[in-house]
C-alpha cells in the first residue's frame, strides 16, 4: 500500500530493538473485554483509478454549473474563484502543516493569518478580528455567548430573519446555559421589527443579520442604538461579506460584535462545509472574545514576526474557564479568503460589489415587469424574495427538468411565506440567463 | 557523519499584503458589466474598504514566498503528539476538487444531490463499521465541536428522563477540550487522578460515580499514549448509576480494527477525520467531528440525518428528541469527501495502518528511554511520552530541545502536554512515516541530548536556520497588536 | 469553586494557587528567591503588609517566578467586599493564568493601577512596585493566622 512504507524487513528490525516477537505483542495491553471479534468488514482497497471512477460517478449525480443554472443563495454563493487562488492554496507547505504552535517554523501560516484577521477588521468596520471560526452558524452562537459573558445578562433578542440554520445552531449552543432566546419578527418591509425591545431588560444581545435572510439590507445604526439604549450588546450577523464591498459597514453603525460566513470570498460551496466563520469586535472586548488570535512580534535580532497570542483566553490553557470549547480555527479557509481578497483587492471589490447588486437589480426588475410581486419592499442587496401565483410549484419542477433552480422555497423556513422564493444574482450570472430565467417562468 | 534534513538555504522575504500594491491593480477578471447600475440610497452607501490593490503577479508571488517559510508533513516528519500528522494523500484532494462535489450548493432540492446524500450515507456506515458503534452524525466541523455534540447529547439524554445531572468526570489526562465543551453544557468537570501506572482505575472513578455524574469523558488510548485497559470496568461502574460514557476518539489510529468501541462500553465517541482519517490540516483546520453512538442514544443525534430508502437519499428532520442543529448545513463536506476517499483507498488495510502506527511509536520509545526520562515505561501505542527530567541539572528543557530540533529538520514533537507530566514532550511517528525517517529522528534527538551535556546555549538560543529566531511573546501579549 | 489542591498543583509546584501550566523558562531554585520578613504569606502565595489601617497584597518572589513573565492583571473593583478565599483576580502569563484568592477577609481600597500599562512590575519587584490591591481587613484576626516567613518558605520546601 503506497501510504505505508514498512517492509518486513523494517518491520522485523524494528521488533528486533523493541525485544517483542511480533507486533501481535505490542497491544498485550488491550484485554479481550475491548477487542473485535472480527475483522473490518471493509470492501479490499482500491486503486486510485478504482476509486477515481466511483467518485466521479457520485459527482456527476449533483447539480452544478454549467449543466445546471442555480440561482440560490441563501448562505451558500457562487461566485467566481480565480484560477490562482485555487493554484496558490495547493501548496502544501499550506495544506500539510498544522496550527503554528512553534511559530518560527509557521511564518507563512502566521503571517498570513494576521493579513486575514487585518483584512476581516478592516471590511468590517471592528478593531479586531480572530483567525477564524468553523461557519456563519456556529459564530453567532458565539457571538452570543460572548455578549452574555461580558454583559451578564441571560437573554437574548435575535431577528428572526437571521438565518434560519444559524438560528438553529444558536439555539442549541445557549439551551444547556438555560439562555432565552426572544425573537424579533418582521416587518411588512422585510426588515427586523425592533419595537419588541422597547422596556426590555436583561437583555445581554440583540443579533440582525444583513443584508438579512430575504436579501433586505438593514437599518443597522438605530439597532445599535435600540441595543445600546437597552444595556445590550449589538451583533450584527451576516452570510454574504461581498455586501460591505459596497454597504456601510456595521463597525461604522454601533456594532459591538460582527459574525458571519466568509464563503463567499474565493471558497467553493463544497455542498455546505467548510465554510468560514468571521469573527471581529473592538479591542475593550477582546479577551472574550473566542478563536486563534495572531499578533506582531519581534526575534530576538529585532526581525519582525508573528506568533498565536492571548492564548490565556483558549482550551488549551482555561480548560473548562476558556471563552470557547474550539481547537482548530478554518486556517485553511481563512487563507482561502484572504488570497481571494488579495486578489480582487479594494477597487475590484467595490466593482464586484456593485455588479452584484446592479444584476440582481435587473432580475428583481424583469420579473416585476412580468407581474410577479417583489414581496418586501426594503432595498436589497445580490438576493430577493419573489412571491409567485397559485401553482408556481409547477413551473418550478418543470424548470428543474431544465437544468435552472429558480430559487429557494421558503415555506419551509417560514410557513406563512408560502409560494414565496428566495432568489440570487451573483456576477456569475449573465443579463441572458437572468432573460432566460424570466422567459422560463412566464412559458 | 549522518546527513539530517535541515539545511540553511536561501529564504525570501516577503512585506504584509498592504506593503505592496498599488492603487487601481487588479489580481482577477472582472466580469463584463451588461447591466445598467442602480445607485444605492445614500444613506447605505459605505466607503470602498482599506485594502490594498494588488496585481495577479502580486499575489503569486506573496502566497509562494509566505508557503515557503512553512513546515508540513511533505516538508519533512512531524511527530506531533495527539495531532496524526499521518500523510495527506492528494487523491484526496483531487476527488474533493471535482465540480460536482466543490460546486453544489447544500440546500438544493434532494433529487438533483444524490451523489453527495449517499456519499455522507456510505461514510456513515464506514465509520460505524469501523468503530463498532451504530449511529453517526457527521455535522460537527471539528473534533472540539463533536465533543461538544456529545455532551449535548448527554445533556438531552438525562434531560430526556427528567434527571438534572450537574458533573461529568474528566481524567487529569484530558484535553483541555474535554472540561471546556463539558463546561458550554453546564456541566461542572470532576477531575479524577491516573494511577501510577498512568491509566484510570476503576476504584477512583467508583468513588465519585454517583447519581449526580451525568458521565464521564475518557481518551482512549490516553494522551499518555497508553491503553486504558481498566475502560469495560469503568463503563460498567459508570453505566450502573445511569451515566454516559463518552470516548474522545482522538487517537483513533491506534487501534482500528482491534478495538471494538460498543464492547468497550463507550455510549458516545468522536473521531477526528483530520487527525485518523488522514485529511490535511491546513494550518490549523478546518477538520471534522463526526459523532458515533450506540443505538440507544441515536434519537438524540442532530438534525437532518440522512436516509436511504431503495437506493434512493433524503434528508430527514423527523427526530423529535435531537439536540438540534450544530451545523449551519451538513458539515464538512469537503473533509468527508477526502476521509472517504481515504477510507476506500485502505480498507481493511486500515488495521494495519493502526499495527504500524504502534510499532513505529514503540520503536522510538525503545531507542530514546535512557536518553531522555521515561515517565511510564510500559507498552505504548500509539504515541509515547518523554520528559525534561533527566536534562534538568543542565539546566536546559524541554522548549530548549524542541526548538533545537527544528535546527536538524523535524517539526518539533508535542510539548508541555499532558500535563501530568512536567517538561512532557509527546512523540507521534504515524504510520506514514518510514523506518529511515524514524531512524533519522532518534538520531537528531540522540545528537540534541547530547549537545545539552557539551553545548547547551546552542539550545537556549535554537532555533538557528529559521526565518526568525525566538520571538518575544511575552511583550506581543503585553502589547497586543493584532491588526496592521 | 476551590479544591484546596486540584491535580494540576499537585504535580507542578505550586499548591493551592492554580497554575494551569508553565513552560519554557528555567525556574528558580528555593536559594535564588527572595522572601521578606515584614510581610505574612498565604498558602496561596499572596503575601500581607500592614500598613496602617489597611493591608498591602502581592504575590510571592515564588509564585511570580513560577508563572513567569506576567502579561495581564485582572483586578477586583475598588469597594468590592470579599471573603478571605474569594477569587479577587487573575494574572496571565504567555502561557499560564495564575489566580489570586484573598489571603484575609475585606474591603478592596485601591488596586495599583501601575499594572495595566506595567504588568511586569510584579516580576520585577514582586514585594514592592509589584503590589496588587490595598484591603481594609473586616477580620484582622485572620491576619495573625497567616504564615510567617520561616513557615511559608518550610511549606515551599514540602510541595
Redesign the interface.
Given at each position: 500500500m503506497r501510504y505505508l512504507p514498512h517492509t518486513a524487513e523494517d518491520v522485523a528490525a524494528m521488533l528486533d530493538v523493541i525485544a517483542a516477537g511480533s507486533i501481535d505483542e505490542l497491544f498485550s495491553t488491550v484485554p479481550d473485554s475491548c477487542r473485535r471479534a472480527g475483522p473490518l468488514k471493509l470492501a479490499e482497497p482500491m486503486t486510485e483509478w478504482e476509486l477515481s471512477t466511483h467518485l466521479s460517478a457520485l459527482a456527476a449525480k449533483m447539480a452544478v454549473c454549467p449543466d445546471y443554472q442555480v440561482f440560490m443563495g441563501a448562505g451558500s454563493y457562487e461566485h467566481h474563484i480565480p484560477a490562482t487562488v485555487l493554484h496558490l492554496l495547493g501548496r502544501s507547505e499550506f495544506v500539510t502543516s498544522y496550527t503554528p504552535y512553534q511559530p518560527e517554523i509557521s511564518q507563512g501560516t502566521l503571517q498570513a493569518m494576521y493579513e486575514y484577521q487585518t483584512l476581516v477588521a478592516r471590511l468590517l468596520g471592528m478593531e479586531v478580528a480572530n483567525a477564524s471560526l468553523y461557519d456563519g452558524a456556529s459564530a453567532l452562537a458565539e457571538a452570543l455567548l460572548m455578549a452574555i459573558r461580558i454583559t451578564g445578562g441571560k437573554r437574548v433578542a435575535v431577528s428572526r430573519v437571521i438565518h434560519p440554520s444559524y438560528r438553529r445552531v444558536a439555539q442549541t449552543y445557549l439551551t444547556p446555559g438555560g439562555f432565552d432566546i426572544i425573537e424579533l419578527p418582521y416587518r411588512a418591509d422585510g426588515r427586523t421589527d425592533l419595537s419588541p425591545l422597547d422596556g426590555m431588560d436583561g437583555l445581554a444581545a440583540v443579533a440582525i443579520q444583513s443584508p438579512n435572510f430575504f436579501g433586505c439590507i438593514e437599518d443597522l445604526a438605530t439597532a445599535a442604538e435600540t441595543a445600546h439604549r437597552s444595556g445590550a450588546l449589538f451583533v450584527t450577523a451576516f452570510s454574504e461579506p461581498l455586501a460591505y464591498g459596497l454597504l456601510r459597514n456595521p463597525g461604522m453603525q454601533g456594532a459591538d460584535i460582527v459574525c458571519g460566513e466568509g464563503q463567499s470570498f474565493g471558497i467553493p460551496r463544497s455542498f455546505g462545509g467548510p465554510g468560514l466563520g468571521m469573527f471581529a469586535t473592538q479591542m475593550k472586548y477582546v479577551?472574550n472574545m473566542p478563536g486563534r488570535l495572531v499578533g506582531k512580534a519581534v526575534d530576538r535580532n529585532g526581525k519582525r514576526g508573528f506568533v498565536l497570542?492571548l492564548?490565556?483566553r483558549e482550551q488549551?490553557?482555561?480548560?473548562e474557564k476558556a471563552t470557547s470549547n474550539i481547537c482548530t480555527n478554518h486556517s485553511l479557509c481563512a487563507l482561502n479568503c484572504a488570497m481571494y481578497l488579495a486578489s480582487v483587492g479594494g477597487t475590484g471589490l467595490r466593482e464586484l460589489a456593485a455588479l452584484n447588486r446592479d444584476k440582481a437589480e435587473y432580475l428583481k426588475k424583469r420579473l416585476a415587469e412580468a407581474g410577479f410581486g417583489i414581496r418586501f419592499a426594503a432595498p436589497t442587496f445580490n438576493e430577493f424574495v419573489v412571491e409567485f401565483p397559485e401553482g408556481f410549484q409547477t413551473t418550478y419542477e418543470r424548470l428543474l427538468e431544465k437544468r435552472i433552480v429558480a430559487g429557494l422555497p421558503l415555506d419551509c423556513f417560514y410557513p406563512e411565506l408560502e409560494r414565496n422564493f428566495l432568489l440570487c444574482v451573483t456576477e456569475v450570472k449573465t443579463r441572458d440567463d437572468m432573460d432566460a430565467l424570466v422567459r422560463e417562468i412566464r412559458s | 557523519m549522518t546527513l539530517f534534513p535541515a539545511a540553511p538555504g536561501l529564504i525570501l522575504n516577503e512585506p504584509l499584503l498592504w506593503e505592496k500594491g498599488k492603487r487601481g491593480r487588479c489580481g482577477i477578471s472582472i466580469p463584463a458589466r451588461d447591466v445598467e447600475p442602480c445607485p444605492l440610497e445614500e444613506d447605505l452607501l459605505g466607503d470602498a474598504p482599506d485594502f490594498p490593490d494588488l496585481s495577479e503577479v502580486d499575489v503569486v508571488r506573496h502566497y509562494t514566498r509566505l508557503s515557503q517559510w512553512n513546515f508540513g508533513v511533505d516538508s519533512g516528519t512531524y511527530p506531533l503528539g495527539s495531532c496524526t500528522m499521518k500523510y495527506n494523500p492528494k487523491i484526496n484532494d483531487t476527488m474533493a476538487s471535482l465540480p460536482g462535489f466543490a460546486a453544489a450548493h447544500p440546500l438544493l432540492p434532494e433529487s438533483l444531490v444524490q451523489g453527495g446524500l449517499r456519499l455522507m450515507h456510505e461514510l456513515e456506515r464506514l465509520l460505524a463499521e469501523i468503530t463498532g458503534l451504530d449511529a453517526v452524525t457527521l455535522q460537527p466541523a471539528a473534533g472540539a465541536q463533536g465533543e461538544l455534540t456529545g455532551m449535548l447529547m448527554i445533556y438531552a439524554y438525562h434531560a430526556n428522563k427528567g434527571s438534572r445531572r450537574s458533573k461529568i468526570i474528566v481524567p487529569?489526562t484530558a484535553h483541555g477540550t474535554n472540561p471546556a465543551s463539558a463546561a458550554l453544557c453546564g456541566f461542572q468537570p470532576l477531575?479524577v487522578?491516573s494511577n501510577e501506572q498512568g491509566i484510570l482505575s476503576p476504584e477512583t472513578i467508583a468513588e465519585v460515580m454517583d447519581e449526580d455524574v451525568a458521565g464521564i469523558m475518557v481518551t482512549n488510548p490516553n494522551t499518555l499514549g497508553l491503553f486504558e485497559e481498566n475502560m469495560r470496568e469503568i463503563a460498567d461502574i459508570v453505566h450502573r448509576k445511569d451515566g454516559l460514557v463518552y470516548c474522545d476518539g482522538a487517537n483513533m489510529n491506534a487501534v482500528m480494527g482491534i478495538v471494538h468501541l460498543g464492547c468497550m462500553g463507550v455510549d458516545i465517541l468522536h473521531l477526528n477525520l483530520h487527525k485518523t482519517f488522514s485529511t490535511p490540516h491546513g494550518g490549523g483546520g478546518p477538520g471534522s467531528g463526526p459523532v458515533c453512538v450506540s443505538k440507544h442514544l441515536e434519537p438524540f443525534l442532530p438534525v437532518p440525518r440522512v436516509i436511504e430508502e431503495q437506493g434512493r437519499y433524503r434528508l430527514s428532520e423527523a427526530f423529535p428528541r435531537s439536540i438540534g442543529k450544530v451545523h449551519a448545513f451538513h458539515g464538512n463536506f469537503g473533509i468527508m469527501v477526502r476521509a472517504y476517499s481515504y477510507i476506500l483507498s485502505m480498507g481493511p488495510e486500515l488495521k494495519t495502518a493502526s499495527r504500524l502506527a504502534v510499532l513505529n511509536a514503540n520503536y522510538v520509545k525503545e531507542s530514546l528511554k535512557g536518553v531522555f526520562h521515561l515517565p511510564y515505561d510500559r507498552p505504548c501505542m500509539h504515541e509515547c511520552v518523554f520528559s525534561d527530567e533527566l536534562q534538568k541539572d543542565l539546566?536546559v528543557?524541554?522548549?530548549d530541545m524542541a526548538k533545537r530540533l527544528m535546527d536538524y529538520g523535524f517539526h518539533p514533537p508535542t510539548?508541555?502536554f499532558p500535563?501530568?507530566v512536567?517538561?512532557a514532550i509527546m512523540i507521534e511517528p504515524p504510520e506514514t512515516e518510514s523506518k529511515e525517517d524514524v531512524d533519522l529522528l532518534i538520531e537528531a534527538m540522540k545528537a540534541i541530548a547530547r549537545e545539552a551535556r557539551e553545548n547547551p546555549d546552542l539550545l537556549r538560543t535554537a532555533p538557528h536556520l529559521c526565518k526568525v529566531t525566538r520571538l518575544d511573546?511575552?511583550e506581543?501579549?503585553?502589547h497586543p497588536c493584532l491588526t496592521g | 469553586m476551590t479544591e484546596g489542591k486540584?491535580?494540576?498543583g499537585?504535580?507542578?509546584p505550586m499548591g493551592g494557587m492554580k497554575v494551569?501550566?508553565k513552560?519554557?523558562?528555567?525556574m528558580k531554585e528555593l536559594g535564588e528567591l527572595q522572601f521578606l520578613d515584614d510581610v505574612r504569606y498565604a498558602k496561596d502565595h499572596e503575601w500581607v503588609r500592614p500598613e496602617a489601617d489597611r493591608v498591602k497584597v502581592g504575590i510571592s518572589d515564588f509564585a511570580q517566578d513560577q508563572l513567569?513573565?506576567i502579561?495581564?492583571v485582572e483586578m477586583p473593583g475598588v469597594g468590592d467586599l470579599l471573603e478571605q478565599g474569594a477569587l479577587f483576580g487573575t494574572l496571565?502569563?504567555?502561557?499560564?493564568?495564575g489566580e489570586l484568592f484573598m489571603p484575609i477577609s475585606g474591603e478592596i481600597l485601591a488596586v495599583n493601577e501601575a499594572l495595566a500599562e506595567s504588568?511586569?512590575l510584579i516580576n520585577k519587584d514582586p514585594y514592592g512596585e509589584g503590589w496588587i490591591v490595598e484591603i481594609k481587613p473586616t477580620r484582622p484576626e485572620e491576619f495573625d493566622a497567616l504564615m510567617t516567613k520561616d513557615r511559608y518558605v518550610e511549606m515551599l520546601k514540602g510541595l
Open positions: 479577551r497570542t492564548s490565556t488549551h490553557i482555561r480548560r | 487529569d477531575k487522578k539546566k528543557t524541554t522548549l510539548v508541555y500535563l501530568v512536567p517538561g511573546e511575552v506581543a501579549a503585553r | 486540584d491535580f494540576h499537585s504535580l507542578c494551569f501550566l513552560k519554557g523558562d528555567r513567569g513573565d502579561t495581564f496571565e502569563s504567555t502561557k499560564a493564568v504588568p511586569e
